[in-house]
Nanobody, 126 residues
C-alpha cells in the first residue's frame, strides 16, 4: 500500500520561501505521477503542480507559475515543492498525491490520483 508523508510546512512572511517534501513508500516510486494540491479554509481543493512519472514533464497552476518548482528524486523516493516569493493567498494545507502511470493530460485532475498524504500546513503572513 502506497503511503505518502508530507513535511516542511510552517509559518513564513510574505516574500519568503519554503520547501515541502513528500516521502513515498509502499510501491515503485518511478511508476507514479506525483502532484501537489492545496486547500484553503472555505475553498475547494486546488491543483498546484505535478510531475509526470517519467520525470520528463511538469505542470503548474497559473497562480504559482514562476514561483514554485516541483522536482522528484528517485533515489530518495521523494517529491519536493520549492515555494518562493510566497504570498498570503498561498496559505493552505498542502497535500501530496500519487497516481500510477498517470499521463500528462489528466495531471491536473485530483480525482485521478489514488493516494494522498495527510497534508502539511503552510501559513504566509502579510
Amino acid at each position: 500500500q502506497v503511503q505518502l508523508v508530507e513535511s516542511g510546512g510552517g509559518l513564513v512572511e510574505a516574500g519568503g520561501s519554503l520547501r515541502l517534501s513528500c516521502a513515498f513508500s509502499g510501491g515503485s516510486f518511478s511508476t507514479y505521477t506525483m502532484a501537489w494540491v492545496r486547500q484553503a479554509p472555505g475553498k475547494e481543493r486546488e491543483f498546484v503542480a505535478g510531475i509526470i512519472w517519467t520525470g520528463a514533464s511538469t505542470v503548474y497552476a497559473d497562480a504559482v507559475k514562476g514561483r514554485f518548482t516541483i522536482t522528484r528524486d528517485t533515489a530518495a523516493n521523494s517529491v519536493y515543492l520549492q515555494m518562493n516569493s510566497l504570498k498570503p493567498e498561498d496559505t493552505a494545507v498542502y497535500y501530496c498525491g500519487a497516481g500510477f502511470r498517470l499521463p500528462i493530460s489528466p495531471i491536473t485532475n485530483a480525482n485521478r490520483y489514488g493516494y494522498w498524504g495527510q497534508g502539511t500546513q503552510v501559513t504566509v503572513s502579510s
